[in-house]
């Protein structure tokens, strides 16, 4: 296994801006991360019967959506009750009504403080997650949320120090959903307040900040979920199952 390059993690979805594999990342210890393991991803609802193929035979069998129930129910995902594919809601935001970003946001100074409140507000779903991916060591799983930055990030974000990933990587993972969502971003300017526009980007600082919180509150990921009451040897083994 070799480090891979971001256009090789890009998987060629028309319909999907942001979908990328956390395969080919090197570990502190000198591993790598799997390819055809976890994808995170922006929301498929819009496959056309051929991307859906795609994903299919790229090996994803498990899907796991982060979205709240209102953003399920307007825009579902097109992957549910496909062939053998296993669909999961975890809502990640409590809000009942969120659309593109919870109404709350602007109590937040920036990103990475949003995230630290995703991270202590929400245990409970991320619990159920990681449980997720324990329970299916074998396949590939797409996680996603609306735009695949956000929530989605975080949950990468935490898969990646899991496995001992560089935190500069990790960073760097999580800044190129803006360049990916380029896109999008005009689309999504038009249903937010312009004072809050500064939310759709991904600058490094936020993971980085989001980092120093994870760091001196828990140390790691690991300590993270374990908090969370997961039991340390499913922690092991999701990130065994993530490294060769």
Not at 17 to 36: M, P, V, W
Not at 222 to 239: F, P, Q, S
């Amino acid at each position: 296994m070799m480090q891979l390059s971001r256009e090789e993690r890009m998987l060629k979805v028309e319909s999907m801006t942001n979908i990328r594999d956390l395969g080919g990342y090197e570990t502190q210890a000198g591993y790598y991360t799997k390819s055809h393991k976890f994808i995170r991803s922006t929301n498929p609802a819009k496959l056309t019967d051929d991307e859906k193929i795609y994903l299919y035979n790229y090996g994803i069998r498990v899907q796991v959506d982060l979205r709240s129930d209102f953003e399920v129910e307007q825009q579902p995902s097109s992957l549910i009750n496909y062939h053998d594919i296993e669909y999961y809601n975890v809502n990640l935001m409590k809000a009942k009504d969120l659309n593109i970003l919870p109404k709350e946001i602007a109590n937040y100074q920036d990103l990475a403080g949003f995230y630290i409140f995703m991270l202590e507000a929400n245990k409970e779903q991320f619990k159920e997650v990681f449980e997720i991916f324990y329970n299916h060591p074998y396949d590939a799983i797409m996680f996603n949320c609306s735009a695949g930055k956000d929530r989605t990030g975080v949950i990468a974000a935490l898969l990646l120090d899991l496995a001992g990933c560089h935190e500069y990587d990790i960073v760097k993972d999580y800044s190129e959903s803006y360049e990916n969502n380029l896109k999008l971003i005009p689309e999504l300017e038009k249903l937010i307040d312009a004072k809050n526009h500064a939310f759709l980007e991904s600058e490094p600082r936020m993971m980085m900040k989001f980092f120093d919180y994870l760091r001196g509150h828990y140390g790691s990921a690991k300590e993270y979920l374990v908090n969370c009451g997961m039991d340390e040897e499913k922690i092991i083994e999701v990130m065994e199952n993530f490294i060769i």
